[in-house]
């Protein structure tokens, strides 16, 4: 079976890990604001998903973040924008975060999530 893959691999988080997410900008303007814990869903080096309560109202604007997560020892954050909301249930929105990581970045979160792998913390999909 032949395929045409081009998306890396999506590593979902079994469970989500808390993890805290800033705003650094909104709509071009920056701003500083307090972390808030999110869960993180899944990642990837391209992406990640994350959980909250908080409605952005990302489909009104232009949001920049910055997600501080810890995956095995080192404290680790990846700046990214906000790319889609979905409202999962009342009060709950996931959220899509493309995210802009250096090569060095991308090669340390590789090594980062094939060890989680190995200890069967995430599942590939």
Not at 36 to 43: E, G, H, R, S, Y
Request: charged share 20%; hydrophobic share 35%.
């Amino acid at each position: 079976m032949s395929t045409k893959r081009t998306d890396p691999f999506r590593y979902t988080l079994t469970p989500p890990l808390a993890c805290k997410m800033e705003i650094t900008h909104i709509d071009d303007m920056p701003l500083q604001s307090k972390p808030a814990t999110v869960d993180l869903i899944d990642i990837n080096k391209s992406g990640c998903r994350i959980g909250t309560g908080l409605n952005l109202h990302a489909s009104n604007h232009q949001i920049r973040a910055a997600v501080h997560v810890q995956l095995n020892e080192n404290l680790c954050v990846y700046n990214g924008e906000i790319r889609w909301q979905e409202e999962i249930e009342p009060a709950m929105f996931h959220y899509g975060l493309s995210l802009e990581l250096s090569p060095d970045e991308k090669e340390q979160l590789n090594i980062e999530l094939r060890s989680l792998a190995a200890s069967g913390r995430i599942v590939v999909l």
